[in-house]
């Protein structure tokens, strides 16, 4: 079965630091990666795709699947970027359905 | 720009209670999917529809059941409740074709006491 693992519970930066954060995945196929963030107090919302190969918000991430991850990465991080991020992972055969990892509570610190 | 819109925000039960969550897909979008989230966990897929059929079903106790409708809302009915029930529902929605974003509501806390 798929599986996706956000090694870091919590990352806290300063802001106008770099932040990295981790996700690894487990499936024989070929899934579609995402990013989803979740504001405080808000709904999730998509972040990054991996198909779309684009940055948003100074967020980039790039599929690895030689190592099986897909790294978020930001080289500058603001203070705006406190959230919750929840890598996940769907492919064709799974009808859609996400499967999400842990996820990772970013704080950035002043 | 329209969003899901899920009903209601926060619900309160007793055990042994049943509790019903709607959710209303964005216009246009044929497929719903019901996550549920509890207390420091990741979303766990429910069951998701497309066109008024279950199209995949998750880790969704036999207590609760689901539906979508000729209007493509759909409502999860939760039965017998206990009080591992208490999380967070999330219900997304998105287009039926490839991959496609999914966009969630902002989802119905449950507390069952």
């Known amino acids: 079965a798929q599986r996706v693992t956000q090694p870091e519970k919590l990352l806290s930066v300063f802001k106008g630091a770099p932040v990295e954060l981790k996700c690894n995945y487990s499936?024989?196929?070929?899934?579609?990666l995402f990013w989803y963030v979740q504001y405080s107090r808000q709904r999730l919302q998509l972040l990054l795709r991996h198909i779309s190969r684009e940055s948003i918000k100074g967020f980039t991430a790039d599929l690895n699947k030689g190592e099986t991850s897909f790294h978020l990465k930001k080289p500058f991080a603001q203070e705006e970027d406190s959230a919750m991020y929840y890598c996940a992972l769907t492919f064709k055969a799974a009808g859609n359905k996400l499967t999400f990892g842990g996820g990772t509570r970013v704080l950035v610190k002043p | 720009a329209a969003g899901v819109i899920q009903s209601p925000r926060h619900l309160i039960k007793e055990k042994r209670e049943t509790a019903t969550l709607k959710c209303y897909p964005i216009?246009?979008?044929?497929?719903v999917y019901w996550y549920q989230q509890g207390p420091g966990q990741d979303p766990q897929f429910l069951i998701s529809f497309y066109e008024k059929m279950q199209s995949d079903k998750g880790s969704i106790p036999d207590r609760f059941s689901a539906q979508q409708f000729s209007d493509y809302h759909s409502e999860l009915n939760m039965s017998s409740l206990e009080l591992g029930d208490s999380a967070l529902y999330f219900c997304a929605s998105s287009t039926h074709e490839g991959v496609n974003e999914q966009f969630f509501g902002p989802g119905t806390r449950l507390t069952v006491l």
């Open positions: 216009p246009r979008h044929d497929t």
């Open positions: 499936y024989s196929g070929s899934p579609e």
